[in-house]
């Protein structure tokens, strides 16, 4: 499984814009860039995924790097309810197999948010 | 609410107990996800079914099994417990393996192993 690396903590202040980063050097061709996030006492929840151009949604945007060896989920306006671990993973194609889709969560970015 | 059901929410056994815990997906997806949170391991990939049939295998121990019946809803049976399997069980379902699609989690079991 291709591995990410994501900083362990990040803060922001409320109603700013929050970057978190990604790399995933190793990243195959064919892999997703997928993002969740879990609240505290909660189940992870999708934010965004994408493969080679920068997506938007409801939630945040997905900025990936030309050659795909990074990635950068951004809050437009950060809030207290947006404090939470963010995890970035690659959802991969298996080549001559079937596909699997499973998610592999490494430890993610624990992000605060201040009032 | 993301549409998966787990039950249930909260449970507490013995050692050498067996428990099952129950997944019911979203309507309409085919594929069921297993993963266990401990403080110490994160999030732990254990298994995946897809339309009844096992499609991927994680860290799951010998004394852990699941299954997808019919219905689409799974089941992941824990036997012979121990204290260190005390954690969050969480089920997740997508509407099929491929990896452009979102999976969708369930709030979770927690599962206290006295």
């Known amino acids: 499984d291709a591995k990410t690396t994501q900083p362990n903590s990040m803060e922001s202040n409320e109603e700013e814009p929050v970057h978190l980063p990604c790399n995933h050097s190793?990243?195959?061709?064919?892999?997703?860039i997928h993002w969740y996030r879990q609240l505290p006492s909660q189940g992870p929840e999708y934010v965004i995924h994408?493969?080679?151009s920068n997506v938007n949604n409801r939630m945040a945007s997905l900025a990936i790097a030309e050659d795909r060896k990074s990635s950068t989920l951004i809050l437009h306006r950060a809030t207290l309810r947006d404090a939470a671990v963010y995890y970035c993973i690659l959802r991969d194609v298996l080549a001559g197999s079937s596909n699997t889709g499973k998610l592999i969560f490494g430890q993610g970015t624990t992000l605060q948010v201040k009032p | 609410d993301s549409g998966v059901t787990q039950t249930p929410k909260h449970l507490i056994t013995a050692t050498g107990q067996r428990v099952t815990l129950r997944c019911s997906p979203r309507s309409g997806d085919l594929s069921v996800y297993w993963y266990q949170q401990s403080l110490d391991q994160g999030l732990q990939f254990l298994i995946q079914?897809?339309?009844?049939?096992?499609?991927a295998k994680g860290n799951i121990l010998e004394r852990f099994s699941a299954q997808q019946f019919p219905d689409l809803h799974s089941e992941l049976n824990l036997s012979s417990l121990e204290l260190g399997d005390s954690a969050l069980y969480f089920c997740?379902?997508?509407?099929?393996?491929?990896?452009?699609?979102?999976?969708?989690f369930g709030q979770g079991t927690r599962l206290t192993v006295v």
């Open positions: 997740a379902s997508s509407v099929g393996p491929e990896p452009n699609t979102e999976a969708f």
């Open positions: 994408g493969l080679t």
């Open positions: 079914y897809y339309n009844g049939e096992e499609r």
């Open positions: 190793t990243i195959s061709g064919t892999d997703y």
